[in-house]
């Protein structure tokens, strides 16, 4: 697991409840809003999850859980990524 906090403003519930959605973002003059969205992705594509903790006035916390490889998992991703 990872996690990565802040110290900011926090989420109210409805922004944290969409804050995984693709394209949702607050910012009004820029931001695609793939961020999080992208992360989650990742994880539940290869067999985690994430998840946000966020008291308004107090910040954020996004973590990240993946499961543990095995050799062969190891293995197999070496071999996707120097795949031609």
């Given at each position: 697991?990872?996690?990565?906090?802040?110290?900011?403003?926090g989420?109210?519930?409805?922004v944290?409840?969409?804050?995984?959605?693709?394209?949702?973002?607050?910012?009004?003059?820029?931001?695609?809003?793939?961020?999080?969205?992208?992360?989650k992705?990742?994880?539940?594509?290869?067999?985690?999850?994430?998840?946000?903790?966020?008291?308004?006035?107090?910040?954020?916390?996004?973590?990240?859980?993946l499961?543990?490889?095995?050799?062969?998992?190891?293995?197999?991703s070496?071999?996707r990524?120097?795949?031609?």
């Amino acid at each position: 697991m990872i996690s990565v906090a802040d110290t900011g403003c926090g989420m109210p519930e409805d922004v944290r409840a969409r804050a995984f959605d693709r394209y949702f973002t607050t910012k009004v003059a820029s931001g695609s809003g793939i961020g999080l969205f992208a992360v989650k992705d990742f994880a539940r594509r290869n067999g985690g999850d994430t998840w946000i903790r966020s008291i308004p006035g107090e910040g954020s916390t996004v973590t990240v859980a993946l499961p543990c490889g095995t050799k062969e998992w190891r293995r197999g991703s070496a071999a996707r990524r120097n795949a031609p």
